[in-house]
């Protein structure tokens, strides 16, 4: 299985990264080109690194990171060949801002190759605290949506940081997933919000969060084994997430 994660900046990728592929006893590949990791079992700044590249082309931060992502595009089965190498799981970190990982094929090119040694599953990672609102959980979910059709994949939401949630916002966010509480909420909006919300609901069933909602921290290891158990479900059904 290759568990690709994916998010938001600072949403915390690399420290659930990090914490799955010492569970699991599994190799830790980062794809970001701009932020060093070390001990990764593979890491895409051998290829390339970004602030070579904002030397080398004079760009700035945001135009070298685009740039970096097309050097990874050009050597994608190289990478996807070194990823496979690592054996049966592994966990994926992304660039810290999900939009360079969308850029241009990169992200799908890799993501071609290694689903022919392994089930590719994203792991959807959204700051728990994001969610607290029903606007926040809805542009949350809209944008899992989005991810998922654009890297062709199917995922796996994890709410993040869940040791910062007071006990009243973990019972909304878990209310929200289900199909009940995301209609009564979207009804008592009524506005564009609302509209916007029920029209939008029959896509929640496509989605992990509404049979298994997972609240995870890093902190205080919640929700961990259950998110361990999953992925080897994943891996037993070869990526049925359902
Ligand atoms: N309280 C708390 N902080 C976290 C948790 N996970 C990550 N963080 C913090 O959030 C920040 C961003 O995390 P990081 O993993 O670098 O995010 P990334 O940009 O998505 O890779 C760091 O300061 C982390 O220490 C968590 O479960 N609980
Ligand atoms: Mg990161």
Same mark, same amino acid.
């Given at each position: 299985?290759?568990?690709? =994660?994916?998010?938001?900046?600072?949403?915390?990728?690399?420290?659930?990264?990090?914490?799955?592929?010492?569970?699991?006893?599994?190799?830790?590949? *980062?794809?970001?080109?701009?932020?060093?990791?070390?001990?990764?079992? $593979?890491?895409?700044?051998?290829?390339?690194?970004?602030?070579?590249?904002?030397?080398?082309?004079?760009?700035?931060?945001?135009?070298?990171?685009?740039?970096?992502?097309?050097?990874? +595009? +050009?050597?994608?089965?190289?990478?996807?060949?070194?990823?496979?190498?690592?054996?049966?799981?592994?966990?994926? #970190?992304?660039? @810290?801002?999900?939009?360079?990982?969308?850029?241009?094929?990169?992200?799908?090119?890799?993501?071609?190759?290694?689903?022919?040694? @392994?089930?590719? =599953?994203?792991?959807?990672?959204?700051?728990?605290?994001?969610?607290?609102?029903?606007? @926040? $959980?809805?542009?949350?979910?809209?944008?899992?949506?989005?991810?998922?059709?654009?890297?062709?994949?199917? @995922?796996?939401?994890? $709410?993040?940081?869940? #040791?910062?949630?007071?006990?009243?916002?973990?019972?909304?966010?878990?209310?929200?997933?289900?199909?009940?509480? $995301?209609?009564?909420?979207?009804?008592?909006?009524? *506005?564009?919000?609302?509209?916007?919300?029920?029209?939008?609901?029959?896509?929640?069933?496509?989605?992990?969060?509404?049979?298994?909602?997972?609240?995870? +921290?890093?902190?205080?290891?919640?929700?961990?084994?259950?998110?361990?158990?999953?992925?080897?479900?994943?891996?037993?059904?070869?990526?049925?997430?359902?």
């Amino acid at each position: 299985v290759n568990i690709y =994660v994916v998010g938001g900046a600072g949403a915390g990728k690399t420290t659930l990264s990090r914490r799955l592929s010492s569970h699991l006893s599994c190799p830790y590949v *980062n794809l970001d080109p701009a932020t060093p990791q070390e001990g990764a079992d $593979f890491d895409v700044r051998a290829h390339v690194r970004t602030e070579d590249i904002m030397k080398q082309y004079d760009l700035g931060i945001n135009g070298a990171l685009l740039r970096s992502m097309e050097v990874i +595009s +050009s050597s994608f089965s190289r990478i996807a060949d070194e990823i496979c190498a690592l054996g049966d799981f592994k966990v994926i #970190d992304t660039p @810290g801002q999900l939009e360079v990982f969308l850029h241009g094929d990169a992200a799908r090119r890799i993501m071609e190759h290694t689903a022919r040694c @392994g089930a590719n =599953v994203l792991l959807h990672v959204v700051d728990a605290s994001m969610c607290r609102t029903f606007e @926040g $959980f809805l542009a949350a979910f809209a944008l899992t949506l989005f991810v998922e059709m654009r890297l062709e994949t199917a @995922g796996i939401v994890v $709410f993040t940081k869940s #040791d910062l949630l007071a006990p009243e916002d973990r019972e909304h966010i878990l209310t929200l997933c289900s199909p009940e509480g $995301f209609e009564e909420a979207a009804r008592a909006r009524g *506005n564009f919000t609302g509209g916007f919300a029920l029209s939008m609901r029959e896509f929640l069933s496509y989605l992990s969060i509404t049979s298994r909602p997972l609240l995870v +921290s890093a902190v205080t290891g919640e929700g961990l084994e259950e998110l361990i158990d999953l992925l080897h479900e994943v891996q037993c059904s070869c990526g049925d997430l359902t």
